[in-house]
Protein backbone atom coordinates (compact mmCIF):
# COMPACT_ATOMS: atom_id res chain seq x y z
CA UNK A 1 0.00 0.00 0.00
CA UNK A 2 1.66 3.31 -0.98
CA UNK A 3 -1.55 5.98 -0.31
CA UNK A 4 -3.78 5.87 2.00
CA UNK A 5 -5.89 8.82 3.89
CA UNK A 6 -7.18 9.36 6.96
CA UNK A 7 -10.76 11.38 8.10
CA UNK A 8 -12.83 11.72 11.22
CA UNK A 9 -16.55 11.65 10.88
CA UNK A 10 -19.40 11.45 13.18
CA UNK A 11 -19.83 13.68 16.49
CA UNK A 12 -16.19 14.96 17.49
CA UNK A 13 -14.31 13.51 20.32
CA UNK A 14 -11.36 15.07 22.39
CA UNK A 15 -8.43 12.91 21.16
CA UNK A 16 -9.08 12.84 17.32
CA UNK A 17 -6.54 14.82 16.79
CA UNK A 18 -3.66 12.78 18.73
CA UNK A 19 -5.26 10.40 16.49
CA UNK A 20 -4.97 12.08 13.08
CA UNK A 21 -1.32 13.10 13.89
CA UNK A 22 -0.19 9.33 14.84
CA UNK A 23 -1.67 7.93 11.47
CA UNK A 24 0.01 10.49 9.57
CA UNK A 25 3.59 10.74 11.32
CA UNK A 26 3.29 6.47 11.30
CA UNK A 27 2.64 6.52 7.39
CA UNK A 28 5.84 9.24 7.10
CA UNK A 29 7.55 6.69 9.07
CA UNK A 30 6.67 3.97 6.75
CA UNK A 31 7.21 5.80 3.75
CA UNK A 32 3.11 5.70 2.28
CA UNK A 33 1.59 8.79 1.29
CA UNK A 34 -0.95 10.39 3.76
CA UNK A 35 -3.53 12.56 2.30
CA UNK A 36 -6.71 13.92 4.70
CA UNK A 37 -10.06 14.05 3.89
CA UNK A 38 -12.07 17.06 5.35
CA UNK A 39 -15.61 16.66 6.91
CA UNK A 40 -15.71 12.72 6.71
CA UNK A 41 -17.48 11.19 3.88
CA UNK A 42 -18.65 14.29 2.78
CA UNK A 43 -15.47 15.50 1.96
CA UNK A 44 -15.19 12.74 0.10
CA UNK A 45 -17.68 12.65 -1.97
CA UNK A 46 -16.40 16.95 -2.77
CA UNK A 47 -12.92 15.77 -3.16
CA UNK A 48 -12.13 17.97 -0.57
CA UNK A 49 -8.80 15.54 -0.21
CA UNK A 50 -5.24 17.33 1.10
CA UNK A 51 -1.87 15.41 1.03
CA UNK A 52 -0.16 15.69 4.71
CA UNK A 53 3.24 15.66 5.38
CA UNK A 54 4.51 15.50 9.42
CA UNK A 55 4.49 19.04 9.36
CA UNK A 56 0.46 19.35 8.79
CA UNK A 57 -0.03 17.44 12.62
CA UNK A 58 2.81 19.88 14.53
CA UNK A 59 0.89 21.11 17.25
CA UNK A 60 -2.16 19.38 17.63
CA UNK A 61 -1.81 16.42 20.23
CA UNK A 62 -3.08 18.44 22.74
CA UNK A 63 -6.25 20.15 20.71
CA UNK A 64 -10.02 19.01 21.27
CA UNK A 65 -11.90 19.22 18.16
CA UNK A 66 -10.84 17.75 14.71
CA UNK A 67 -8.40 19.34 12.57
CA UNK A 68 -9.72 17.36 9.54
CA UNK A 69 -13.31 18.94 11.03
CA UNK A 70 -16.05 15.99 10.86
CA UNK A 71 -19.99 15.64 9.04
CA UNK A 72 -22.62 13.45 9.42
CA UNK A 73 -23.08 12.56 5.53
CA UNK A 74 -26.60 11.52 4.48
CA UNK A 75 -24.95 11.67 0.89
CA UNK A 76 -22.89 8.50 1.49
CA UNK A 77 -25.50 6.21 2.46
CA UNK A 78 -27.02 6.32 -1.19
CA UNK A 79 -25.28 4.77 -4.52
CA UNK A 80 -24.73 7.96 -5.66
CA UNK A 81 -23.11 9.53 -3.43
CA UNK A 82 -20.54 6.62 -2.61
CA UNK A 83 -20.26 6.48 -6.81
CA UNK A 84 -18.93 9.62 -6.25
CA UNK A 85 -17.00 9.07 -3.28
CA UNK A 86 -14.92 6.14 -4.87
CA UNK A 87 -13.97 8.63 -7.88
CA UNK A 88 -12.77 11.14 -5.70
CA UNK A 89 -10.74 8.64 -4.15
CA UNK A 90 -9.85 7.54 -7.87
CA UNK A 91 -8.50 10.62 -9.09
CA UNK A 92 -5.91 10.80 -5.82
CA UNK A 93 -4.62 6.91 -5.85
CA UNK A 94 -5.57 6.38 -2.31
CA UNK A 95 -5.66 2.56 -1.78
CA UNK A 96 -6.94 2.36 1.62
CA UNK A 97 -8.88 4.67 4.33
CA UNK A 98 -8.07 4.93 8.63
CA UNK A 99 -11.56 5.85 9.72
CA UNK A 100 -11.73 8.13 13.07
CA UNK A 101 -15.25 7.79 14.01
CA UNK A 102 -18.21 5.97 15.60
CA UNK A 103 -20.92 3.14 14.50
CA UNK A 104 -22.20 5.24 11.58
CA UNK A 105 -18.93 5.67 10.21
CA UNK A 106 -18.12 2.04 10.43
CA UNK A 107 -21.27 1.25 8.92
CA UNK A 108 -20.69 3.29 5.78
CA UNK A 109 -17.10 2.50 5.44
CA UNK A 110 -18.14 -1.78 5.69
CA UNK A 111 -20.57 -1.01 2.26
CA UNK A 112 -18.16 0.79 0.53
CA UNK A 113 -15.88 -2.05 0.54
CA UNK A 114 -18.30 -4.17 -0.12
CA UNK A 115 -19.36 -2.03 -3.33
CA UNK A 116 -15.88 -0.72 -4.40
CA UNK A 117 -13.44 -2.90 -2.15
CA UNK A 118 -11.29 0.18 -0.52
CA UNK A 119 -10.17 -1.39 2.18
CA UNK A 120 -10.87 0.81 5.99
CA UNK A 121 -9.52 0.28 9.68
CA UNK A 122 -10.87 2.07 12.23
CA UNK A 123 -10.21 3.95 15.47
CA UNK A 124 -13.04 4.68 17.62
CA UNK A 125 -13.59 8.26 17.95
CA UNK A 126 -16.68 9.17 20.28
CA UNK A 127 -17.40 10.18 23.73
CA UNK A 128 -20.04 7.51 24.45
CA UNK A 129 -17.83 4.36 24.81
CA UNK A 130 -20.52 2.30 23.24
CA UNK A 131 -18.10 0.44 20.97
CA UNK A 132 -17.89 -3.03 21.23
CA UNK A 133 -14.09 -4.42 20.57
CA UNK A 134 -12.45 -1.88 22.91
CA UNK A 135 -12.73 -0.85 26.41
CA UNK A 136 -12.63 2.55 26.01
CA UNK A 137 -13.16 5.18 22.61
CA UNK A 138 -11.26 8.26 22.10
CA UNK A 139 -12.69 11.08 23.80
CA UNK A 140 -14.47 9.08 26.51
CA UNK A 141 -11.83 9.58 29.24
CA UNK A 142 -12.17 13.89 28.31
CA UNK A 143 -15.75 13.92 28.18
CA UNK A 144 -16.49 11.77 32.08
CA UNK A 145 -13.76 14.40 33.30
CA UNK A 146 -15.85 17.28 31.75
CA UNK A 147 -18.80 16.22 33.37
CA UNK A 148 -17.47 15.22 36.60
CA UNK A 149 -15.72 18.98 36.69
CA UNK A 150 -19.45 20.13 36.37
CA UNK A 151 -20.94 17.94 38.62
CA UNK A 152 -18.56 18.88 41.04
CA UNK A 153 -19.23 22.85 40.70
CA UNK A 154 -23.00 22.01 41.02
CA UNK A 155 -22.63 20.05 43.96
CA UNK A 156 -21.21 23.23 45.82
CA UNK A 157 -24.39 24.96 44.81
CA UNK A 158 -26.96 22.17 45.67
CA UNK A 159 -24.75 21.95 48.73
CA UNK A 160 -25.76 25.66 49.68
CA UNK A 161 -29.24 25.84 48.81
CA UNK A 162 -29.84 22.73 50.06
CA UNK A 163 -31.17 21.46 46.70
CA UNK A 164 -31.25 18.23 44.36
CA UNK A 165 -30.10 18.41 41.39
CA UNK A 166 -30.90 16.32 38.01
CA UNK A 167 -27.87 16.40 35.63
CA UNK A 168 -28.32 14.96 32.25
CA UNK A 169 -24.75 13.73 30.39
CA UNK A 170 -24.83 12.57 27.19
CA UNK A 171 -23.87 9.20 25.69
CA UNK A 172 -26.89 8.50 23.04
CA UNK A 173 -28.37 5.23 24.07
CA UNK A 174 -24.97 4.63 26.71
CA UNK A 175 -25.12 4.91 29.86
CA UNK A 176 -21.35 4.96 30.45
CA UNK A 177 -20.69 8.81 30.70
CA UNK A 178 -23.33 8.95 33.71
CA UNK A 179 -22.11 5.66 35.03
CA UNK A 180 -18.42 7.24 35.71
CA UNK A 181 -18.85 10.87 35.99
CA UNK A 182 -21.92 9.37 39.24
CA UNK A 183 -19.77 7.58 41.08
CA UNK A 184 -16.64 9.59 40.82
CA UNK A 185 -19.25 13.01 41.44
CA UNK A 186 -20.97 10.91 44.58
CA UNK A 187 -24.06 11.09 43.19
CA UNK A 188 -26.61 9.88 45.40
CA UNK A 189 -28.31 7.94 42.16
CA UNK A 190 -27.76 7.67 38.45
CA UNK A 191 -29.68 6.45 35.62
CA UNK A 192 -28.72 4.87 32.81
CA UNK A 193 -30.76 3.21 29.58
CA UNK A 194 -29.21 -0.10 29.68
CA UNK A 195 -30.98 -0.79 33.21
CA UNK A 196 -34.72 0.08 34.24
CA UNK A 197 -34.79 2.77 37.32
CA UNK A 198 -38.64 3.12 38.00
CA UNK A 199 -38.81 6.58 39.37
CA UNK A 200 -40.59 5.41 42.44
CA UNK A 201 -37.02 4.39 43.42
CA UNK A 202 -35.62 8.08 42.38
CA UNK A 203 -38.25 9.28 44.69
CA UNK A 204 -37.63 6.45 47.85
CA UNK A 205 -33.89 7.85 47.12
CA UNK A 206 -34.31 10.90 47.58
CA UNK A 207 -36.27 10.90 50.59
CA UNK A 208 -34.16 8.79 51.87
CA UNK A 209 -31.47 11.63 51.50
CA UNK A 210 -34.11 14.53 53.27
CA UNK A 211 -34.57 12.06 56.01
CA UNK A 212 -31.26 11.67 56.62
CA UNK A 213 -30.51 15.34 56.36
CA UNK A 214 -28.77 15.13 53.71
CA UNK A 215 -28.10 19.00 51.93
CA UNK A 216 -27.62 17.90 48.25
CA UNK A 217 -28.41 15.46 46.37
CA UNK A 218 -27.44 14.25 42.76
CA UNK A 219 -28.99 12.27 39.98
CA UNK A 220 -27.42 11.64 36.99
CA UNK A 221 -28.88 10.81 34.17
CA UNK A 222 -27.87 9.47 30.72
CA UNK A 223 -29.89 11.30 27.61
CA UNK A 224 -30.63 7.67 26.28
CA UNK A 225 -32.71 7.32 29.77
CA UNK A 226 -35.97 5.30 28.98
CA UNK A 227 -37.86 7.54 31.46
CA UNK A 228 -37.08 10.40 29.45
CA UNK A 229 -34.59 13.21 29.81
CA UNK A 230 -33.66 15.14 32.67
CA UNK A 231 -36.97 17.60 32.64
CA UNK A 232 -38.85 14.82 32.33
CA UNK A 233 -37.94 12.90 35.03
CA UNK A 234 -37.94 16.04 37.10
CA UNK A 235 -41.72 16.50 36.52
CA UNK A 236 -42.22 12.25 36.91
CA UNK A 237 -41.03 13.21 40.48
CA UNK A 238 -43.38 16.00 41.26
CA UNK A 239 -45.97 14.09 40.36
CA UNK A 240 -45.29 11.28 42.45
CA UNK A 241 -44.23 13.22 45.95
CA UNK A 242 -44.38 16.68 47.17
CA UNK A 243 -41.42 18.28 47.36
CA UNK A 244 -40.41 20.38 50.35
CA UNK A 245 -37.02 20.37 48.72
CA UNK A 246 -35.90 22.51 45.50
CA UNK A 247 -35.31 20.49 42.69
CA UNK A 248 -33.35 22.11 39.60
CA UNK A 249 -32.50 20.59 36.35
CA UNK A 250 -28.68 21.22 34.21
CA UNK A 251 -28.23 19.46 30.85
CA UNK A 252 -24.52 19.56 30.01
CA UNK A 253 -24.72 19.11 26.23
CA UNK A 254 -22.18 19.76 23.89
CA UNK A 255 -19.78 21.24 26.35
CA UNK A 256 -18.42 17.62 26.65
CA UNK A 257 -17.63 17.06 23.25
CA UNK A 258 -15.05 19.90 23.18
CA UNK A 259 -11.76 20.67 25.17
CA UNK A 260 -8.45 19.73 25.73
CA UNK A 261 -7.81 15.97 25.61
CA UNK A 262 -6.78 14.29 28.71
CA UNK A 263 -3.43 12.30 28.81
CA UNK A 264 -5.21 8.80 28.58
CA UNK A 265 -6.92 10.02 25.46
CA UNK A 266 -4.15 10.84 23.97
CA UNK A 267 -1.89 7.94 24.68
CA UNK A 268 -5.13 6.21 23.71
CA UNK A 269 -5.72 8.20 20.10
CA UNK A 270 -2.04 7.71 19.95
CA UNK A 271 -1.82 4.20 20.10
CA UNK A 272 -4.97 2.98 18.32
CA UNK A 273 -4.46 5.79 15.27
CA UNK A 274 -1.07 3.96 14.81
CA UNK A 275 -2.37 0.48 15.13
CA UNK A 276 -4.85 1.61 12.78
CA UNK A 277 -2.51 2.42 10.21
CA UNK A 278 -0.10 -0.07 10.65
CA UNK A 279 -3.27 -2.37 10.79
CA UNK A 280 -4.42 -1.37 7.00
CA UNK A 281 -0.98 -1.80 6.10
CA UNK A 282 -0.70 -5.22 7.31
CA UNK A 283 -3.59 -6.29 5.21
CA UNK A 284 -6.49 -5.89 8.06
CA UNK A 285 -9.40 -4.53 6.25
CA UNK A 286 -13.40 -3.75 7.56
CA UNK A 287 -11.92 -3.95 11.06
CA UNK A 288 -11.78 -1.55 13.94
CA UNK A 289 -8.38 -1.06 16.12
CA UNK A 290 -9.02 -1.08 19.95
CA UNK A 291 -7.39 -1.87 23.27
CA UNK A 292 -8.90 -4.43 25.49
CA UNK A 293 -6.80 -5.32 28.56
CA UNK A 294 -3.86 -3.06 27.30
CA UNK A 295 -3.75 -5.27 24.28
CA UNK A 296 -4.06 -3.81 21.10
CA UNK A 297 -6.99 -5.77 19.12
CA UNK A 298 -8.68 -5.73 15.63
CA UNK A 299 -12.53 -6.23 15.71
CA UNK A 300 -14.73 -7.16 12.59
CA UNK A 301 -16.53 -3.41 12.00
CA UNK A 302 -19.92 -6.00 11.93
CA UNK A 303 -19.06 -6.91 15.58
CA UNK A 304 -18.41 -3.68 16.72
CA UNK A 305 -21.90 -2.31 14.98
CA UNK A 306 -23.77 -5.60 16.08
CA UNK A 307 -22.64 -6.37 19.57
CA UNK A 308 -23.85 -4.62 22.24
CA UNK A 309 -21.46 -3.04 25.17
CA UNK A 310 -22.89 -3.95 28.30
CA UNK A 311 -21.91 -1.62 31.60
CA UNK A 312 -20.86 -2.95 34.64
CA UNK A 313 -24.34 -2.97 36.72
CA UNK A 314 -22.02 -3.40 39.74
CA UNK A 315 -20.33 0.13 39.41
CA UNK A 316 -24.77 0.71 39.95
CA UNK A 317 -24.67 -1.15 43.16
CA UNK A 318 -21.88 0.79 44.31
CA UNK A 319 -23.72 4.02 43.87
CA UNK A 320 -25.96 2.90 46.08
CA UNK A 321 -24.25 1.67 48.66
CA UNK A 322 -22.07 4.39 48.89
CA UNK A 323 -24.79 6.86 49.00
CA UNK A 324 -26.03 6.06 52.66
O1 LIG B 1 -22.11 10.50 19.65
C1 LIG B 1 -21.68 11.63 20.34
C2 LIG B 1 -22.85 12.49 20.76
O2 LIG B 1 -22.34 13.64 21.42
C3 LIG B 1 -23.89 11.79 21.60
O3 LIG B 1 -23.51 11.68 22.95
C4 LIG B 1 -25.09 12.67 21.38
O4 LIG B 1 -26.28 11.93 21.52
C5 LIG B 1 -24.93 13.12 19.94
O5 LIG B 1 -23.56 12.93 19.60
C6 LIG B 1 -25.29 14.55 19.67
O6 LIG B 1 -25.17 14.76 18.31
P1 LIG B 1 -25.22 16.20 17.61
O7 LIG B 1 -23.90 16.88 17.89
O8 LIG B 1 -25.41 15.90 16.18
O9 LIG B 1 -26.33 16.95 18.26
Same mark, same amino acid.
Given at each position: ?????????? $?????????????????????????????????????????????????????? $???????????????????????????????????? *?????????????????????????? @??????????????????????????????????????????????????????? *??????????????????????????????????????????????????????? @???????????????? $?????????????????????? $??????????????? *???????????????????????????????????
Amino acid at each position: MKRIAVFTSG $GDAPGMNACIRAVVRGAVYHGIEVFGVRRGYSGMINGDIFQMSSYSVSNIVQRG $GTILKSARSKEFMTPEGRAKAFEQLQKFGIEGLVAI *GGNGTFTGATIFYDEYGIPTVGAPGT @IDNDLYGTDYTIGYDTAVNTALEAIDKIRDTADSHDRIFLIEVMGRDSGYIAIQS *GIAGGAELVMVPEVLTPISEVVETLKAGWSRQKSSSIVVIAEGEEAGIASEIAEK @IRQQVELNIDMRVTTL $GHIQRGGIPTAYDRILASRLGL $GALEGLMNGEKNVMA *GVVNNELVYTPFRDTIRLPKPINEDLLRMVKILSV
